[in-house]
């Protein structure tokens, strides 16, 4: 019995692992494997999926790439899984290339005819794009790294299908822009857009879905089943042909770091980042050549907090809070990221990052203006009745708050005054939920493309504010501020939406 599989390649940050997590919720019936593949020495994707709970399993292959400095360790995880689908613990693989992975050696080992590897049967190669990126590139913008790369280029020329992604980053003008270059310059392949990575399965595999009434037993509460195509191919074939015409299949492989001059390393710290010093290096003080940074971030304002760090594309930001089950494994907090670019210089990008580290414990609030520079602050919050600005205390309390309580400020959008409504109106009878819109508003503003970010922050009190530090200073505030209240009344709008102007609702 042959082992299907899917191939998952594409640029740096363009949602490979997105589209891996989606397959893996999606799954229904199938038990599907994963090998995730990762350039850098600290496989952040692998670990990612191995917080999916509907994983098979997963192999971590790091250092390297599958193509060429890990391929012997590739080889071993394929012999493995193999034995496994013989069992019947797996009866379908997808692996994830790193994004700087020219795929030609790892599809010939794949296609291969004898060896080892021979039962397998790859089913489709799938090229993820980031849509923001490309139509950067097509806008004639004078360099557009990820997608200049050689291995973009082998990435593209070996694919199947190609999935445009992030699509909600981009216009809808520019995203036809986009799929029409994608379908001149990969003739004869499918062009699918999408968010997410979310697309029907039968899309990037090899997969019929069965119908209710023909529905496979399954232990798993699903209304729907795949069943696996007994042949394969079906999505393979122009691919076949087009490599069939070049003089080697696997030329280049091994080259393509040297041509393409990626670089990695990884940073770790024992103490967490000071907010304000984060925030600035990810604004003016972000260093040239840095394409792609993931890991976990820690914040000496909220230091019960451990997150999720991803930089992709250009220039954009996620910061998303783990809960502590997701956690290290250890229960230690600490920073780790992965930092890749194309001709950076790693020794100065890594002083940089230990700038960011509070020097003195745990201790924030290394400005002694910092009271000053918060009082200034708040009057921009106050002075916007879409905001509502949060304190710990007021009143006689006010005494209490720390010196280094003052080197942040929290604040909420509720949007209420547009509709005449309260606070207590607008959740309770028009069901607006405020801490979903004020994650969504950090994560708008995070991945804007410019120089501000928001740490999103869930009190203890139940409520979600966004955080920005005022610790060095309110300019790094009055700019990010700039850009809040650009997207808040956009993004009011979406919430409100279905909310009338009288209060009872109707």
């Known amino acids: ?22 397959i893996l919720n999606n799954k229904h019936n199938l038990k599907i494997a994963a090998v995730v593949n990762d350039f850098a020495s600290i496989n952040v994707d692998g670990q990612i999926i191995k917080r999916n709970k509907s994983h098979g399993s997963v192999v971590e292959l790091t250092s390297g790439c599958l193509c060429c400095t890990v391929s012997e360790q590739f080889e071993t995880a394929m012999v493995q899984l193999l ?4 069992i019947g613990k797996i009866d ?22 004898y060896g080892k590897l021979f039962r397998i049967r790859l089913d489709a190669v799938i090229t993820v794009l980031d849509a923001d990126v490309l139509v950067e590139k097509i806008s004639g913008a004078e360099s557009t790294p990820l997608m200049d790369a050689s291995a973009t280029d082998a990435q593209l020329t070996c694919a199947d299908i190609v999935l445009l992604n ?22 004869g392949v499918q062009v699918h857009a999408c968010r997410n990575g979310a697309v029907p399965l039968d899309i990037v595999m090899e997969v019929m879905e069965v119908t209710r009434s023909e529905s496979i037993v399954t232990h798993e509460c699903s209304a729907a089943a795949y069943s696996i195509g007994a042949e394969g191919g079906s999505k393979n074939k122009e691919r076949q042909e087009r490599l069939s015409k070049e003089k080697s299949l696997g030329g280049g492989a091994t ?45 000496a304002e909220f230091r019960s907090c451990l997150y999720q760090f991803h930089m992709s594309g250009r220039r954009r930001y996620e910061l998303t809070a783990l809960t502590s089950s997701d956690s290290y494994s250890s229960g230690a907090f600490g920073i780790q990221l992965v930092i890749i670019g194309r001709g950076m210089d790693a020794d100065a990008v890594g002083a940089l990052l230990q700038d960011c580290v509070g020097r003195n414990g745990f201790q924030a609030g290394a400005d002694p203006d910092s009271e000053n520079a918060y009082a200034r ?48 109106e607008a959740s309770g009878i028009h069901g607006i939920d405020f801490n979903r819109l004020n994650l969504e508003l950090a994560n708008r503003v995070n991945a804007s493309s410019g120089p501000a970010s928001l740490l999103p922050v869930f009190l203890p009190s139940g409520i979600q504010v966004c955080r920005h530090s005022v610790d060095r200073g309110t300019p790094l505030f009055h700019c990010s501020w700039k850009l809040v209240a650009e997207v808040a009344p956009r993004l009011v709008a979406e919430f409100y939406r279905a909310v009338g102007y009288c209060k009872c609702g109707m």
């Open 377 to 424: 602050a708040k009057p921009l919050v106050e002075s916007d009745k879409q905001f509502e600005l949060i304190e710990y205390y007021s009143g006689a309390d006010a005494a209490n708050r720390s010196n280094r309580d003052n080197v942040y400020i929290d604040f909420r959008l509720t949007g209420c005054v547009s509709y005449g409504l309260t606070v207590q």
């Open 255 to 299: 080259a393509h770091l040297s041509e393409d001059d990626f670089r990695s390393f990884t940073f770790e710290a024992p103490r967490p980042f000071l907010l304000g010093a984060f925030q600035a290096f990810l604004g003016d003080k972000f260093p040239a050549g840095v394409l792609r940074m993931k890991g976990t971030v820690w914040f």
């Open 83 to 86: 034995q496994d689908a013989d």
């Open 92 to 113: 379908y693989l997808v692996i994830e290339t790193s994004g700087v992975s020219d795929p030609h050696a790892t599809i010939s080992a794949l296609e291969r005819q």
């Open 166 to 187: 992030k699509t909600d980053l981009v216009g809808v003008e520019d995203l036809e822009r986009a799929m029409e270059y994608l379908r001149k310059r990969v003739s």
């Open 1 to 22: 019995r042959r082992l299907p599989v899917t191939l998952v390649t594409g640029p740096l940050g363009a949602g490979k692992t997105s589209l891996l997590n989606h």
